[in-house]
């Protein structure tokens, strides 16, 4: 009976992996297109201008060209160039010519001296505006043509003399872009004492201040433009255009003093220390970098508001100006024009060595004998004073935020003026624009080791922790934490002012507590005197034990305990309840209560196992890790139960460092999942089932190897995408684990549909189809990355995909052996890793109030969360999972995230939910996840309610879910 069962088996198996005929297979041809749409430009078919142009314009969307076709668009181009009557039209044929002489292999230069030639036959000015735009275009992209740029300035020099503005200014621009020093100008004024080189470079400058009178406006900029751009081109600015420059600030044009005002600060930059004189006298001279500082703090007050902020902006690059001018910026008093004064002794002292006495006979024999000029001396304009003053005053907040940063600048420079501009900065807590209040506390921050903070500051400093902005008032955090207190009074102030905002703003919780440890460790002395106060002991009578649960009490304990380690004799002042407060808050909060040696706990045990580390022992974990990996070495010779037992113990120790050793637990982790993977596929492929007939295995062995499969590709999934600082090599060791797991999924689905007679080979086929598509497009992935496959993915690589997915039978006859006699390589890191995570901060989860809603409406929950070594912000969501085991995925906003420090990043956002009626409260899990998948972009819904669904809808969880409790209400009628 028993052979007979066991021939109808065999019979049964033949019968349904015999192969059938089949339809000859499609064959793909990739072939190359030829570039049908092929540039035509026909000039001569255009009756009009205007068709002449729109012709002209489709070729612009056309642009770039072959090679080819550019040679014969130039020559119809210069062609109907000659015929066009339209100004219009010319100019635009000039403008392409420019795009197509940019091209590779295009003759640029002929170009450029064919465009020389139709200069000097043309009448528009429009369209010699052009031409010299064009050669200005061309000449920059041919820098090494020094004898092309000779002829072009020349040329400019010529057409310096045009009646009309714009030849004027492109001729001026092409001088600044393409003029160099030791090019001959056709000014032959010069200097007999000075060399021919210097002569040269003072004719080119001296040329170019000419037009900085010229009498239109747009001239005198493009003259000031030509000269900014030889300083950016490196040559350097003769000192004779300082007083050009400082004469055009009160030019009538606002680009004529915005430009002029850049070259103020170039020469300031460049010539710091040259003797100027000073206004209003010819005996005193002044720094040019002081006068230069003073001509821009002028400028903080003019009608422009782009002057005005460029003015604010440059004056805080000028790091190397006087004190003395530097406080001026501060002081709105008037000096008399910033004239140097003489005391009483020293002028009667010049009026007794003059021999001259006032007799009374003449009239006004006696008046002083400075000449004063009354148009050096202005009520207006006094200089550097004030400066600062005006640009924060300013009505545009853009002059405002400007001015603040470079105040910030330069009290960064200078402690001295760190500490008088304190009052300003302060005082900018109260502007009206957020943007605005947040840089001021930004600033502040910045200088806070110059400065102290008085108590009148302090106070304004706390009463903007009212803000309604969150990011506001964590700006505030941050400062607090970095500020000096001088006065307990002030430290104690800042706590009520902190607890006060505690309870107004409960989100704020971990930011304010933050906050407090940093005080406490800032200032143990001040701390030490308000223990009493702070606690509510009494020398004589017992006081109430406070609740655990509050708040505001925690807060006070963050800080009082973080001073105590550094205050020996605090302890002695604590009540009995405190040592039994702290063992609770150092296991809650270890991350903001520090352990304290000076306090006598009950438990010392708490104490010793929070302050012991691997890093004390005598054992180098590195050195412990590389022992702990040397027994996988001689895995490979050991048999599959054996090297089951040792994998199982390595994961063991693996975990054990991971959870002692925090600096090398992401390798220890990733190590230990890695080994996970081998191991969960060396169980799947160890039994006994895979060497006897598909009819006579176990149901339950094939469902054990799928969970398997699934298990591996969920873990490739976690080791590829969650951790940062793995190579190429190393990433694809992790992606031929998946392989393996798709080629297990796919042999026990196909034995599974050969045991099923009621199975079509419509599905197995496309089962096969799709593990094809996958090692398909492994093998160009490994091919373009030249990475060298393992034994198993070679096999793959060389002999599977010649299959044919119809022919499934001989696929999973040829995957089977290969999975049962191909073991998974080790993996051996070389370089330091980091793993992804994510921290929820809000919602906090473990309340048992539920949030109530309207069943069917929203409900908006805050989700505040801090990210560590993300490099792609775009693949972060918000996962939220309801009781119904339905999912969904919130996409956060790019403004939803900041910057904290490399790879460091923090997300605030609102995340809105809704649902149907429920019969009493649930609780949904809120975490943060990271798609691997191009298509899981937006919000899905899956039926699944395992864990392991998150790797098949294309989502890696970076941290555990918090659970908050819901409650949808019926609606009010």
Known sequence: MAAHLKKRAYEE???????????????????????????????????????????????????????????????????????????????????????????????AVGIANDLMTLLNTEGSHKVKGQIFTTLTAIGRSLPLTSDLHRQLVQLAQKHLTDSNHAVRCASLSMIGQLGMCDLKSVASSSSSGKSGKERRKGNLQRMLGEFTSDRDARVREAAFQAMFALHQRGQKLDLDLYQQSIKSLTDDHEGVRLVALKLVWVLGQVHPDEPVSAPGTSEETLRLVDDGFAKICDMVTDSSIKVRAEAAGLLGSLHSVSTRFLEQTLDKKLMSGLRKKFSAHERQKEQFTSGEWSTGKKWADDKPQEDVDPDSVSLITSGACGAFVHGLEDEYLEVRSIALDSLCELAFQSPSFAILSLDFLVDMFNDEIESVRLNAIHSLRKINHHIKLREDQLEIILNVLDDSSKEIREALHELLSSITMVTKSCLHKALMF????????????????????????????????????????????????????????????????????????????????????????????????????NLQLTRRQGLSETGDSMADRQTNPQDFLQQTLDKLKGLDGLSNSAAINIMQLTIRDLQRISELEPKIAATAQLYSMYIDCRLTLAKALSGEHWNVPAMLCPQQSAETALAASERVIELSYRLQHLYVGCSESELAMVQQLRLRAWALQLVVQLRGSASNSGSSGSSSSHLAQRFLTRASAMQEHFTSASITPDSFTHAVFSQVLKLSAARHAILTKFLQPLLLHNRAPILCLANTISCVSATIREPAGGSDNPHRFTAGLTLGLFVDAELENVRDLERIRIQVRFPDSRTQLFIPRSSDFRILSNLRHRFMTEIYLSHGLWSEPCQVEVSIVMTHEPHALGPSTSSKGETSSSSSGGTVDLCKPVKVFLMPKPAKR
Request: glycine share 4%; aromatic share 6%; with cysteine.
């Open 13 to 107: 198996f033949s019968q349904i992996i015999q192969e059938e005929p089949k339809a000859p297979p499609i064959k793909v041809r990739l072939v190359t297109r030829p570039q049908t749409s092929q540039v035509t430009l026909d000039l001569q078919r255009a009756g009009t201008s205007r068709e002449a142009l729109t012709q002209l314009l489709d070729l612009e969307n056309q642009l770039p060209v072959s090679q080819d076709a550019a040679e014969s668009i130039i020559n119809t181009l210069f062609e109907h160039y000659s015929k066009e009557e339209g100004a219009h039209v010319r100019s635009k044929i000039i403008e392409l010519l420019g795009h197509i002489a940019r091209l590779p292999g295009v003759n």
């Open 498 to 597: 902190l607890i006060r905002n505690l309870s107004k703003y409960p989100h704020d919780r971990l930011s304010i507590w933050n906050c407090l440890k940093n005080l406490g460790t800032a200032h143990p002395d001040l701390t030490l005197a308000l223990v009493p106060d702070l606690l509510g002991t009494h020398p004589y009578f017992d006081t109430p034990e406070p609740d655990m649960d509050d708040p505001g009490y925690i807060a006070v304990m963050i800080m009082i305990l973080n001073s105590a380690v550094n205050s020996p004799t605090m302890s002695a002042l604590f009540p009995e309840y405190t040592f039994r407060h702290y063992t609770y808050l150092r296991d809650s909060l270890p991350h903001l209560v520090p352990v304290v040696e």
